[in-house]
């Protein structure tokens, strides 16, 4: 089975930092990207950040460009998101989801995680 389990959300200030955590299980993690996407109330589900961890290959969105790293530890099979200089508007719940392809990864992932809500305060 399958399983993304997030963690590390929480309420920060703006300026301030998180760090996002999905670990994988259920498939053979070097085989798959995964990424992070994000919902606010009220919006639609957008895409974030995605990696592909067998070659590091990264994707991010432009309003995280700069702010953001995603990385990958394959020996845990967990993914990361060091979210840097958050603004209010990064407010959302965050998702975790994985595909074979990195390219179908940004439009259509095949597993998602339950969510972790971040919060950041003006």
């Known amino acids: 089975e399958v399983q993304l389990v997030e963690s590390g959300g929480g309420l920060v200030q703006a300026g301030g930092s998180l760090r996002l955590s999905c670990a994988a299980s259920?498939?053979?993690?070097?085989?798959?990207?995964i990424g992070w996407f994000r919902q606010a109330p009220g919006k639609r589900r957008e895409r974030v950040s995605c990696i592909s961890t067998s070659d590091g290959n990264k994707y991010y969105a432009d309003s995280v460009k700069g702010r953001f790293t995603i990385s990958s530890d394959n020996a845990k099979n967990t993914v990361y998101l060091q979210m840097n200089s958050l603004k209010p508007e990064d407010t959302a719940v965050y998702y975790c989801?994985?595909?074979?392809?990195?390219?179908?990864?940004?439009?259509?992932?095949?597993?998602w995680g339950q969510g972790t809500q971040v919060t950041v305060s003006p």
């Open positions: 989801a994985a595909h074979r392809s990195l390219l179908l990864l940004t439009l259509a992932p095949a597993y």
């Open positions: 259920g498939f053979t993690f070097d085989d798959y990207a």
